[in-house]
T-cell receptor
Framework: AQSVTQLGSHVSVSEGALVLLRCNYSSSVPPYLFWYVQYPNQGLQLLLKYTSAATLVKGINGFEAEFKKSETSFHLTKPSAHMSDAAEYFCALSGGGADGLTFGKGTHLIIQP | DSGVTQTPKHLITATGQRVTLRCSPRSGDLSVYWYQQSLDQGLQFLIQYYNGEERAKGNILERFSAQQFPDLHSELNLSSLELGDSALYFC???????????FGSGTRLTVV
């Protein structure tokens, strides 16, 4: 069985500060890993994905994530937070098969002015 | 606009009723996935179709069913609705898992 754990249901940072959202996974096969963002009353938008190429993955809106196999982690970072980054962020995993994505419970990112 | 279209956006219905949610995938995507999002369960994978055939089942109740038609649009049928079925239902499409999924904006179902 595979699982995704997002540490911290709520993360608050000041505008301009570093954003770090934590994601750890468990998978018996090499995983595909994704970060999605959800703004209020909207669907999920793909931020970035790891699919066994480069371990440091750059995404949209200045976000990036690093796949660390030894730590089974895929943390999401952004050097400088912007007010528009306030949203719900989901880490997700796939074993590459047809079983759909397994999502973490999400982290609500709050940006303080 | 993500390219994945879901209708209706909102649906209010009574317990015991049946509803149908519709999804049109992004052009060229053969796979369609259905997810349920609720406050207590989070995002739960329900079912996947690939080019008209069921590929995988997740936490889908027996009261729920889905199908994908030759034009690749998909429908999720929810019957004998209960209050606990109130949730956001998302459809996503993908050409291949390497590309990730593209999600629609969802259908908010409220059962009263």
């Amino acid at each position: 069985a595979q699982s995704v754990t997002q540490l911290g249901s709520h993360v608050s940072v000041s505008e301009g500060a570093l954003v770090l959202l934590r994601c750890n996974y468990s998978s018996s096969v090499p995983p595909y890993l994704f970060w999605y963002v959800q703004y209020p009353n909207q669907g999920l938008q793909l931020l970035l994905k790891y699919t066994s190429a480069a371990t440091l993955v750059k995404g949209i809106n200045g976000f990036e994530a690093e796949f660390k196999k030894s730590e089974t982690s895929f943390h999401l970072t952004k050097p400088s937070a912007h007010m528009s980054d306030a949203a719900e962020y989901f880490c997700a995993l796939s074993g590459g098969g047809a079983d759909g994505l397994t999502f973490g419970k999400g982290t609500h990112l709050i940006i303080q002015p | 606009d993500s390219g994945v279209t879901q209708t209706p956006k909102h649906l209010i219905t009574a317990t015991g009723q049946r509803v149908t949610l519709r999804c049109s995938p992004r052009s060229g995507d053969l796979s369609v996935y259905w997810y349920q999002q609720s406050l207590d369960q989070g995002l739960q994978f329900l079912i996947q179709y690939y080019n008209g055939e069921e590929r995988a089942k997740g936490n889908i109740l027996e009261r729920f069913s889905a199908q994908q038609f030759p034009d690749l649009h998909s429908e999720l049928n929810l019957s004998s609705l209960e209050l606990g079925d109130s949730a956001l239902y998302f459809c996503a499409s993908s050409p291949d898992i390497n590309y990730g999924y593209t999600f629609g904006s969802g259908t908010r179902l409220t059962v009263v």
